[in-house]
């Protein structure tokens, strides 16, 4: 669980987040959405411990992050997942070495003992024979496939994805949103998710936060959002075709 407690974080002049607060919790997919310049970034990198808020705290199973001591912070770092936006591979090593690349780095496992972790998450995201392919080799569904395998390497509790469908089509979309969702629940990990994809939201939006200018607008399932009133949401989601045609069935049905 991620207890965030009324957030700020500013740069120079600029306040970026407002007085945030929320809980992520473990099990469940977490979805993070807003505008562009909303401050959904920032406040993904204020979990990460990339950023330190000025007021306000960032509690992990309730520990605060920045009154742990240095070797505190790089052993929670190290049960922290994240899946970038570009997926972020090395083109440079093969889809085995970029899933090893963290056990490299992080623990003294022998190359058996990693070889077979790298093993086992590279069927768990049904990735089978791409071992010995480069990036460059496989198509784009299938690296954000090795980043999730990378990010799960760890045993990570916590996992984050900064626009995980990015660049992918709709169907490649759902697969790599039912296959979050799916791990999330296997591992009981608490895992946020940065997104614009209207999809995800309708699909793994199990907990979902709306920021607006930096505060915290509107928060809910992905039932809950159908039925709010909340002009800036509505605004924000239906947008999207797909959920006006939804929102409208939402109406006819509930008439």
Request: proline share 2%.
């Amino acid at each position: 669980m991620i207890e965030v407690e009324n957030i700020h974080k500013s740069f120079g002049d600029a306040h970026i987040l407002k007085g945030i607060s929320t809980t992520f919790e473990q099990g469940k997919t977490n979805l993070v959405i807003g505008q562009s310049g909303s401050g959904k970034t920032v406040f993904l990198k204020s979990l990460l411990g990339l950023f330190e808020p000025e007021q306000g705290k960032i509690c992990y199973n309730g520990e605060y992050y920045w009154d742990l001591t240095t070797a505190e912070q790089r052993d929670l770092r190290q049960q922290m997942g994240m899946v970038f936006q570009g997926s972020a591979l090395f083109d440079s090593m093969t889809v085995e070495e970029n899933v090893m690349f963290p056990m490299d780095m992080f623990t003294k496992q022998s190359k058996g003992e990693m070889q077979d972790r790298v093993d086992f998450v590279l069927e768990r995201v049904n990735l089978i024979d791409a071992h010995k392919k480069f990036p460059a080799e496989i198509s784009g569904g299938m690296q954000k496939r090795v980043a999730i395998a990378r990010a799960i390497v760890m045993n990570p509790k916590y996992l984050f994805c900064d626009e995980p469908n990015s660049g992918l089509d709709p169907k490649t979309a759902i697969l790599i949103d039912n296959l979050i969702q799916e791990i999330t629940k296997e591992y009981n990990i608490t895992t946020v998710i940065n997104t614009h994809d209207m999809n995800s939201v309708m699909e793994i939006g199990e907990k979902i936060i709306f920021l607006k200018n930096g505060y915290k607008e509107w928060e809910g399932s992905n039932k809950e959002i159908f039925k709010t009133d909340n002009g800036a949401v509505t605004d924000f989601v239906y947008s999207s075709e797909l959920f006006k045609k939804v929102r409208q069935m939402y109406i006819e049905e509930r008439n």
